[in-house]
Structure formats: structure tokens, C-alpha cells
């Protein structure tokens, strides 16, 4: 699987926007981008996916570059509930297909 | 979405004894799914990869006989520590993929099984 990089940690005012980095390289043709995010002692919640165009969903939007190193994870507007540790990660889309986490960015929100 | 649930969530053994933790895909057949380990202030770690029906497989470094993987059905793997010590203690998570469609998509994750071990 490619690896990623995000940075270690990243503070955000509550009401703007979250804006989170993830440089992804040596991401091969068929891999996805995915998030994650985990709140303290929770399992990781799923966020958004996508392989070359951008995505949004009701949680993020995901802006990919043209050449795909990179990424964008943007939460429209943060609330104290969105402090948590966001994972991007690079991997195919199977059914038995294996994530591989990173150290992720652990994002706080700030009142 | 999909639900993939893990008992017990919490469980205290005293060294030297085996602890099960089940993983269930609720609502969706699971033929793969992912068992992953956490210690405090860290990322998931992958430990194995657990199949319907045959062996799981295992990742570099995780002992086989010391974490037993059984995915007797396609909405049930458990994990079996046996023979804990306190080093094993650690938050276990497990995550399922929905199978059979052209476009799995997510990962679910289970809420975890803190495991803490005397």
C-alpha cells in the first residue's frame, strides 16, 4: 500500500473551516483515498472515499489534485464535536482489500 | 450504513488466561474481515486478516498461536488471546468491508474491545 503523510497535529476555530492536508506520492493508479477519523477510545468512523475527482458527502468534501499526490479533507464547518484524530489512507477498493493506518492528524477544535 | 459490532467492550483476566472477543457484521455478509490493535497514544496497527472459512492471515511480527482468528461464519470472527499478560493489553478493534458489489467502498469498524490485562 502507498503511504501517506499528514502532519502530526492541527488546530481549527469552531464555525470555520477544517481544512486537512495528506500527501499520498506514490499512490498507484487503481488506489482510493480514503478518510477515517477516530474519537477518543471509539472505533474509526468512516468519512469520504474517492479515487480522482473530487467528493462530497453530508460530513467533508475530498479535493484530489490532478495528479493525485495529494489530498484535502475539508470540513465545512467545524464544531467542537469534529476534535478527533482524522487518518488518510491510500488503498484498493476490494472486498478483501486491507487499510493500513498512518499516524494521522489529531485535529482540536477550538471554542 | 453497515454495522459491525464487538463484544465484550470492555473485559479485565488475570494473567496467564485466554479472553474471546467476537466481531459481528449486522446487516451484511462479511467473507473478509480486519482485526486491529491500538495502544494508548498510537495508530491502529493491522494484526490479521480474517477469512470465511479458511486460515486467517497474519501480518509480520503478530503471533498466530498467541492471537487466534476463527471466522466460522460470514457475519462472525472472533479473536482469542490466550494466555495474556500485561502486555497484551490494548484496545482490539475489528472492521468488515460490504461484500458483493462492484464497489465495496468503506471499511466499518467495530466500537472496539478494551482489554486489560492484571
Known amino acids: 500500500d502507498a503511504k501517506t503523510t499528514q502532519p502530526t497535529s492541527m488546530d481549527c476555530a469552531e464555525g470555520r473551516a477544517a481544512n486537512l492536508p495528506c500527501n499520498h506520492s506514490t499512490i498507484s493508479g487503481n488506489e482510493y483515498v480514503y478518510w477515517y477519523r477516530q474519537i477518543h477510545s471509539q472505533g474509526p468512523q468512516y468519512i469520504i472515499h474517492?479515487?480522482?475527482n473530487n467528493e462530497t458527502n453530508e460530513m467533508a468534501s475530498l479535493i484530489i489534485t490532478e495528479d493525485r499526490k495529494s489530498s484535502t479533507l475539508i470540513l465545512p464547518h467545524a464544531t467542537l464535536r469534529d476534535t478527533a484524530v482524522y487518518y488518510c489512507i491510500v488503498g484498493y477498493n476490494f472486498g478483501n482489500e486491507k487499510l493500513t493506518f498512518g499516524t494521522g492528524t489529531r485535529l482540536t477544535i477550538i471554542p | 450504513g453497515a454495522v459491525v459490532s464487538q463484544h465484550p467492550s470492555r473485559v479485565i483476566c488475570k494473567s496467564g488466561t485466554s479472553v474471546k472477543i467476537e466481531c459481528r457484521s449486522l446487516d451484511f455478509q462479511a467473507t473478509t474481515m480486519f482485526w486491529y490493535r491500538q495502544f494508548p497514544k498510537q495508530s491502529l496497527m493491522l494484526m490479521a486478516t480474517?477469512?470465511?472459512?479458511?486460515?486467517?492471515?497474519?501480518e509480520q511480527g503478530v503471533e498466530k498461536d498467541k492471537f487466534l482468528i476463527n471466522h466460522a461464519s460470514l457475519t462472525l470472527s472472533t479473536l482469542t488471546v490466550t494466555s495474556a499478560h500485561p502486555e497484551d493489553s490494548s484496545f482490539y478493534i475489528c472492521s468488515a468491508r460490504v461484500q458483493g458489489t462492484g464497489n465495496p467502498g468503506e471499511l466499518f469498524f467495530g466500537e472496539g474491545s478494551r482489554l486489560t490485562v492484571l
Open positions: 474517492g479515487l480522482k
Open positions: 480474517s477469512n470465511e472459512g479458511s486460515k486467517a492471515t497474519y
